[in-house]
C-alpha cells in the first residue's frame, strides 16, 4: 500500500508564492508518475499538473501556466508544485495522485491519492 503525503498549503495574499510538497511512503514515488489536482467548495476535482517517472514530462493547465510549475525529486522521494502570482480563484483543497500510466489530465489513472492540503488565497 502506498501512503501519499501533500504538505506545504496556507493562506497567502494574492500575488503571493507557495510550494507544495508531496511524499510517499510504503514504496518510493520514483516509480510513480504523479498528478496535482485542485477542488474548490461545490466544484468537480480538476487537473491542475502531472509529471511523468523521471520528471522528462510535464504538462500543466493552461490556467495555471506560466505560474505554477511541477517538478520532482527522486532521491529525496518528493514531487513539488511551485506556485507563483497566486490568485483568490487558485484557493482551493490540493491534492497529490500516484499511478501507474502516464501523465493524465483525468484522475481516473491515479491509483493513489493524499488527503489534501488547503491553499486560501486572500485579495
Known amino acids: 500500500q502506498v501512503h501519499v503525503v501533500e504538505s506545504g498549503g496556507g493562506l497567502v495574499q494574492a500575488g503571493g508564492s507557495l510550494r507544495l510538497s508531496c511524499t510517499a511512503s510504503?514504496?518510493?514515488?520514483?516509480?510513480?508518475?504523479v498528478g496535482w489536482f485542485q477542488q474548490a467548495p461545490g466544484k468537480e476535482r480538476e487537473f491542475v499538473a502531472a509529471?511523468?517517472?523521471?520528471?522528462?514530462?510535464?504538462s500543466v493547465a493552461a490556467s495555471v501556466k506560466g505560474r505554477f510549475t511541477i517538478s520532482r525529486d527522486n532521491v529525496k522521494n518528493t514531487v513539488y508544485l511551485q506556485m507563483n502570482s497566486l490568485k483568490p480563484e487558485d484557493t482551493a483543497v490540493y491534492y497529490c495522485?500516484?499511478?501507474?500510466?502516464?501523465?493524465?489530465?483525468?484522475?481516473?489513472?491515479?491509483?493513489?491519492w493524499g488527503q489534501g492540503t488547503q491553499v486560501t488565497v486572500s485579495s
Open positions: 510504503g514504496r518510493t514515488l520514483s516509480v510513480y508518475t
Open positions: 509529471i511523468s517517472r523521471s520528471g522528462g514530462t510535464t
Open positions: 495522485a500516484a499511478g501507474s500510466s502516464g501523465p493524465s489530465t483525468w484522475p481516473g489513472p491515479y491509483d493513489y
